[in-house]
């Protein structure tokens, strides 16, 4: 995609959602940290429904420890993989009250040293809670970035970083925001709905969908 598309594109979103936001439901930045170790391999709509009766419960690091293994499994049993993520939320709380007071850290590694976090939700963290721009690449957004031409790649991490390059500084704060929720409703996996596609003409990809497709 040439310089001159990838501009108009990512005006055309901004005009459609001049302020995007996750979809995940949070009010502190702890409680985003929670929400995205959930929600790896599951959808934002299964994690709110756990997260709105567990945030009530317990929303710090010390309340979910105090909940224990066994009560804090029970908040999130319908959740995919959840074992392993009241696994990792327990030992991330007791890495914050032991090395950050508490409080998210703000930096990637530190963000990326606690348990059930890796490079993407990292990003997200510091994205969505902290304002800085980077670039979350999940499922969505490596589908979108290879089908339009923004940002082709094999690896998650050659489209992370032909994203930060090719996407201008104006819009590269909400950039992560628009392309997931583009991926989600409308460049869709299965059958992407080009026929309502605010970036049609200016997508490289071949095969697109009619309107009586």
Not at 27 to 53: H, M, P, W, Y
Not at 61 to 77: C, D, E, H, N
Not at 104 to 115: F, G, I, K, M, S
Not at 159 to 188: M, Q, T
Request: aromatic letters at 6%; glycine letters at 6%; hydrophobic letters at 40%.
């Amino acid at each position: 995609m040439k310089p001159g598309s990838r501009q108009l594109m990512f005006e055309r979103l901004r005009a459609r959602n001049p302020h995007p936001k996750t979809e995940l439901e949070y009010r502190t930045d702890f409680e985003l940290l929670v929400a995205v170790i959930l929600s790896a391999q599951a959808t934002d709509k299964g994690v709110n429904i756990v997260t709105r009766k567990l945030f009530p419960v317990a929303n710090t690091p010390s309340m979910i420890l105090a909940l224990g293994k066994v009560r804090l499994t029970k908040f999130v049993k319908t959740i995919g993989l959840y074992k392993g993520k009241t696994k990792n939320i327990l030992a991330t709380c007791r890495i914050l009250i032991e090395r950050h007071g508490g409080e998210v850290p703000r930096t990637h590694d530190a963000l990326e040293a606690l348990p059930g976090v890796g490079r993407k939700t990292a990003n997200v963290v510091l994205n969505t809670a902290f304002g800085e721009s980077t670039m979350a690449v999940d499922t969505h957004i490596f589908r979108v970035a290879n089908r339009t031409g923004l940002a082709p790649g094999r690896t998650v991490l050659a489209v992370e970083k032909k994203l930060l390059k090719n996407i201008s500084p104006e819009f590269l704060k909400d950039a992560h925001h628009w392309l997931i929720l583009h991926g989600r409703y409308v460049c869709k996996a299965r059958k992407p709905n080009c026929p309502v596609c605010p970036i049609v003409d200016l997508c490289g990809f071949k095969r697109k969908t009619l309107a009586d497709s």
